[in-house]
């Protein structure tokens, strides 16, 4: 019988110690708080650069030019990021014949008519971005040309006015313009990075 109380005892402790453990963390669970932080949200800022007429046709498509024809296009160039940008202007690779044309290109304002006529009423130029063979163009962003004079950042709704003018460079040399030649398809890009 001994060995049976001992056993009761045991039992019976063990059982006490159960609920009291069952005590103290009920009790502990009667005590808590919280705090909520809600309606967390993050959004991205944006770079977003137009051609403001809202064309992306191309700025000179000409053809049976001769020694010293020139042909001008003009466009604005918008920007509507919210986060401020650096913007440069390059050209696509794969220009052939470069060196047979001269492509200036001026940074202004005053565009009175802004749309897919690449009309340059009322430009007044600024300053000249570049002014060279069509061949030596930049044509990646690192070398591009500043979107603005001293590389200025844009802010949402900068705009600025582009005047583009090609021309048929002279040369001299005998039977060289027999068939003709073409400095193929070429694109501009304007490309924004913000800072």
């Not at 056993?7 to 009667?30: E, N, Y």
């Not at 700025?59 to 918008?78: E, F, H, M, W």
């Not at 570049?130 to 500043?146: K, P, R, V």
């Amino acid at each position: 019988m001994n060995g049976m109380s001992t056993r009761k005892k045991l039992l019976v402790t063990l059982g006490v110690m159960a609920l009291m453990g069952l005590g103290v963390f009920g009790t502990f669970a009667a005590f808590t708080a919280t705090t909520t932080n809600s309606g967390n949200e993050i959004d991205s800022g944006s770079v977003k650069i137009d051609d403001d007429s809202g064309a992306t046709t191309e700025l000179y498509d000409v053809t049976n030019q001769k020694p010293g024809d020139s042909t001008s296009a003009c466009l604005r160039i918008k920007y509507n990021g919210s986060l401020n940008a650096a913007v440069k202007l390059y050209m696509s690779a794969g220009v052939t014949n470069g060196t047979m044309y001269n492509l200036q290109v001026e940074r202004g304002s005053g565009l009175t008519t802004v749309d897919n006529t690449r009309s340059c009423a009322g430009f007044s130029s600024s300053s000249t971005v570049y002014n060279g063979n069509l061949g030596s163009f930049a044509t990646t962003y690192a070398g591009g040309y500043d979107g603005k004079a001293g590389g200025a950042a844009w802010a949402q709704n900068d705009a600025v006015d582009y005047r583009f003018t090609i021309t048929q460079n002279d040369d001299a040399t005998a039977n060289a313009h027999t068939a003709v030649t073409s400095s193929g398809p070429h694109s501009f890009t304007w490309e924004a990075r913000n800072n």
